[in-house]
């Protein structure tokens, strides 16, 4: 079946240092492809998406590029902020439903 | 984007009481929606998806009887958990998706029930 493998955290990053969450899948077919960002004591919140290989999705600094040939999705930003610590999902859907990595707690100090 | 709305956001109930959350899809028809069950530092597990109108389908392992879910209209779908016990004391969440063809599934904020 479907499955996501994402970094195990917490991840523990500086203000304006560089990110990085590694996230691999296995699928069948063409999955899309999602980040979701879940704040302390929320809902989770699509942060960025990419529908084929190749695509780029990016959003609020983030972004991530859909690597069909070595079946990853790894989530960047470039200098992060306090305001981005969260926990964060990568998540792929098949057919219909998601399925979801564990998630990897993301805490940036000043 | 979509407003989905997950209502209440906590919940404190005795051992053996029956709890209601409440999901709806403020600004568009949810034809699908899902719930998931968040343990601590473990992912989202799917529970049980529900077609409006017809009865859910859950996942292996999830308890149909204890956790009752109803999707009664397009926009409303409620998820009863039934004689709660403490270990049923968890994160859930819901998300909806209207009928066009690979939209996006919105989440609501989620519900923290605790069980004493």
């Known amino acids: 079946g479907d499955s996501v493998t994402q970094m195990e955290g917490p991840v523990t990053l500086s203000e304006e240092a560089f990110l990085t969450i590694n996230c691999t899948y296995t699928?069948?077919?063409?999955?899309?492809l999602f980040w979701y960002v879940q704040y302390p004591g929320e809902g989770l919140q699509l942060l960025l998406k990419a529908t084929k290989a190749d695509d780029k999705g990016s959003n609020k600094g983030f972004e991530a590029t859909y690597r069909k040939e070595t079946t990853s999705f790894h989530l960047e930003k470039g200098s992060v902020q306090v305001s981005d610590s969260a926990v964060y999902f990568c998540a792929l859907r098949g057919y219909s439903t998601l399925t979801f990595g564990k998630g990897t707690m993301l805490l940036v100090s000043p | 984007g979509a407003v989905v709305s997950q209502h209440p956001s906590r919940v404190i109930c005795k051992s053996g009481t029956s709890v209601k959350i409440e999901c709806r899809s403020l600004d568009f028809q949810a034809t699908t929606m899902f719930w998931y069950r968040q343990f601590p530092k473990k992912s989202l597990m799917l529970m049980a998806t529900s077609n409006e109108g017809s009865k859910a389908t859950y996942e292996q392992g999830v308890e149909k009887d204890k956790f009752l879910i109803n999707h009664a209209s397009l926009t409303l779908s409620t998820l009863t958990v039934t004689s709660a016990h403490p270990e049923d004391s968890s994160f859930y969440i819901c998300?909806?998706?209207?009928?066009?063809?690979?939209?996006?599934?919105?989440f609501g904020q989620g519900t923290r029930l605790t069980v004493v």
């Open positions: 699928a069948t077919g063409y999955p899309s």
């Open positions: 998300s909806a998706r209207a009928r066009v063809v690979n939209t996006e599934a919105f």
